[in-house]
């Protein structure tokens, strides 16, 4: 399976909904011109198994790449038993 399963390109024509680009980013379509990204997450050591979601901001202003790099940094840091949020 590909770590990363969308597109650009393929962001840009698709409707209204919720997509998967794999390691829990998401990227939340809600009209032509209205989609954000968000990360699913949970934080190693901390015991609760509790699943966390963080917003990494809208589409297009982070694009694709840039909201890649910012949920890889995010899952470091809970990696680490941080809490990327704060």
Known sequence: ?????LSDSQLRAMPKGEYHDGG??????????????HLR????????GK?????????PEI?????RQLADDARSKA???KDPIK
Do not use: F, N, Q
């Open 1 to 5: 399976m590909a770590k990363y399963l």
């Open 63 to 67: 694009p694709l790449a840039r909201a």
């Open 41 to 48: 997450y949970t934080i190693k050591g901390k015991g609760d």
């Open 51 to 59: 699943r966390h979601k963080m917003g990494l901001g809208s589409y």
């Open 79 to 81: 990696s680490e038993g």
């Open 24 to 37: 829990g980013l998401y990227c939340v379509i809600r009209g032509p011109s209205s989609a954000s990204w």
